[in-house]
């Protein structure tokens, strides 16, 4: 009797055993299978061939979208910006290009003559862009620069520039106070003190935004650029700054560091680095 009890006990373990492992077998070989399933369908992604840029601008021509060119995505039509130094060069370029999109501009230079053939040859392309005579190294030119945009923008301003700026290729040894005094009070001085005189104006409009032109060469070393790059570097510092203490007046600040660009600057001041034996 006893032994039958034994028996009866192992044998329904052993069934209840086997049942239970074909449920874990049966668990397992599920999982198994939806594992299996999951990697096959990883690979055919994977496998997609990726399309080529051409491609995709090909497909984008032939879609129904009306919209194809540059000019149709872009506007900045009822928008004012500020572009400091805007007669050569980089500022110029800028200038156009904000104008093209629709946007009224005024700008600044020291040298009078250039700024006015530049204001004719705007108004001869229909672009909306006036102009003040102003030296940005200095303080009492910079309020008065802002008072005209101020006036000229109707106390609203949505876009600042601050592109004019100077260059000096000079071994550290040899530079002096004097060097110091203009390269920091025109790239960096005015930089600041216009940006804090835009404020108001910037805070105005609702979605304002400051670019500083800053350079590569605050990043990297090149032979005489000392106090030209710490000027820069110092630019750096208070673009980020600046992103941070005016983002909750709707101002965005960037800043952009080119290489070198082929402008009336460089052309001077690669004429006087020969003699550190440079090249563009
Ligand atoms: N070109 C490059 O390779 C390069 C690379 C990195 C960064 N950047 C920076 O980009 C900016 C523009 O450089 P760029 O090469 O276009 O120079 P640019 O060819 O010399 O043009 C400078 C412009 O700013 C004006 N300007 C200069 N000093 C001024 C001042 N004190 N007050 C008011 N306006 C002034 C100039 O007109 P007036 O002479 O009539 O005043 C001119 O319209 C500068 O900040 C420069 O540091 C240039």
Redesign the pocket.
């Known amino acids: 009797m006893n032994l039958n009890v034994d028996a009866f006990y192992i044998i329904i373990s052993l069934v209840l055993n086997l049942y239970l492992g074909r449920e874990l077998l049966i668990n397992e070989n599920t999982k198994g299978k939806i594992r299996r399933r999951r990697r096959r369908r990883r690979r055919k992604r994977k496998r997609k061939p990726t399309r080529t840029f051409m491609e995709i601008e090909s497909d984008l021509k032939k879609s129904s979208s009306p919209v194809t060119s540059m000019d149709q995505r872009w506007s900045l039509n009822g928008t004012t910006a500020l572009v400091?130094?805007?007669?050569?060069?980089?500022?110029?370029a800028i200038v156009e290009e904000l104008a093209k999109f629709g946007a009224i501009v005024h700008t600044?230079?020291?040298?009078e003559t250039?700024?006015n053939e530049c204001l004719k040859q705007w108004e001869d392309k229909n672009f909306k862009v006036t102009g003040s005579v102003?030296?940005?190294?200095s303080s009492v030119q910079r309020k008065k620069l802002m008072e005209d945009v101020s006036s000229v923008f109707q106390g609203k301003l949505h876009i600042l520039i601050n592109?004019?700026?100077?260059?000096i290729v000079k071994p550290t040894a040899e530079c002096t106070a004097e060097d110091y005094s203009h390269i920091m009070a025109?790239?960096f001085e005015?930089a600041l003190h216009v940006s804090q005189l835009a404020h108001p104006l910037l805070k105005a409009s609702s979605s304002g935004n400051i670019v500083f032109?800053?350079?590569?060469?605050t990043f990297i070393v090149y032979q005489g650029g000392a106090i030209y790059s710490a000027s820069?570097g110092a630019m750096n510092q208070i673009t980020k700054h600046l992103a941070c203490e005016w983002a909750k007046d709707n101002i965005r600040v960037n800043g952009v560091?080119?290489?070198?660009?082929k402008?009336?600057?460089?052309e001077n001041l690669f004429v006087s680095m020969t003699h550190l034996q440079l090249r563009l």
């Open positions: 400091t130094g805007g007669t050569k060069g980089i500022g110029h600044c230079a020291r040298n250039e700024l102003c030296d940005v190294s592109n004019a700026g100077t260059g025109t790239n005015s032109i800053s350079t590569i060469g820069k560091a080119p290489s070198v660009i402008t009336p600057l460089i």
